[in-house]
């Protein structure tokens, strides 16, 4: 259960910065996620290009300020939101807060490891800010409702996923039972393993039957897997539709708890749904 201090609403300019930083159904709120948006495309062009050898001995030194400029903006975003939220700590424990501070760490990391060969592999620090790429989840409605729809299925995908390798166990074993040492099929697993790049259509060819029966078997399993490749798809559209239906777009919006930082919170509720904490005022009353 929330404490006490965790049931106040905020209040003020953190309130108001709140607001606009977290929610995005006012009108600054939008402005600031679209600004953020371009930023993070801008910022993974900047890590795109900078890796290409031509690219960054030519334009090396404008990147690398690019980089930085990217870097800062993400530094004070981050400021922002540890200052305007109600637990700055459990903020910073969560999941974005965690990807938020990936997506500055490395570069500022680099300042203090020397470069010389025995740490010259620190450098694949700065790979981490592809996590940047992350942050532009918390912006799209519609990957809560794909997340919803995947966990609502995960019991139906795990049981086909486990009717999947029975039978690329079943279709390994025969195809190394068909085919044998000669062609190719030296072991089961070998085979198990031709099974399923055939059974998903990859086809990488490296190895092939050449029997007769060996043949008419694979071209039962590359048919197989044509039909095979719709039953995931089909499952998770049914729940993507089933939970339209229980969520429909007006009766939730970009609310999100200062407590426990979960959004989807109806216009009117005064608690959070999930952590009971309260909820501040509707940002439509205070951001125009």
């Given at each position: ?239 993507i539709a089933r939970n339209s239906l229980k ?34 005022r509707p940002a439509k009353d205070v951001v125009?």
């Amino acid at each position: 259960m929330p404490t006490q201090e965790d049931l106040v609403p905020l209040q003020g300019w953190r309130r108001k910065l709140y607001i606009i930083i977290f929610e995005a159904d006012t009108r600054t709120g939008r402005l600031f996620d679209l600004a953020v948006i371009v930023t993070i495309i801008l910022s993974l062009l900047t890590v795109t290009l900078e890796s290409v050898a031509s690219i960054r001995a030519r334009w090396g030194v404008e990147l690398k300020a690019l980089d930085w400029l990217f870097t800062v903006f993400f530094t004070i975003e981050y400021t922002l939101r540890l200052l305007c939220v109600h637990k700055p700590l459990r903020y910073a424990r969560s999941f974005f807060g965690v990807v938020d501070l990936l997506a500055i760490l490395p570069l500022y990391l680099a300042l203090f490891v020397p470069e010389s060969r025995f740490l010259a592999d620190i450098r694949v620090l700065r790979l981490l800010r592809i996590f940047r790429i992350l942050k532009m989840t918390r912006y799209m409605g519609e990957a809560r409702e794909l997340r919803r729809a995947m966990l609502a299925s995960r019991r139906k995908i795990t049981v086909f996923l486990a009717s999947v390798m029975m039978l690329v166990i079943i279709l390994g074993t025969l195809m190394y039972v068909i085919e044998g040492d000669e062609h190719g099929f030296t072991s089961i697993p070998t085979s198990i393993y031709w099974a399923i790049v055939t059974l998903t259509t990859v086809g990488f060819g490296d190895i092939t039957p050449k029997t007769p029966l060996g043949q008419a078997l694979a071209s039962v399993v590359m048919i197989t897997g044509y039909a095979i490749i719709a039953v995931p798809t089909g499952i998770v559209t049914a729940e993507i539709a089933r939970n339209s239906l229980k969520h429909p777009d007006h009766e939730s919006g970009t609310r999100l708890c200062p407590h426990c930082f979960t959004e989807g919170h109806d216009w009117d509720a005064l608690y959070c749904k999930h952590c009971g904490g309260k909820l501040p005022r509707p940002a439509k009353d205070v951001v125009s």
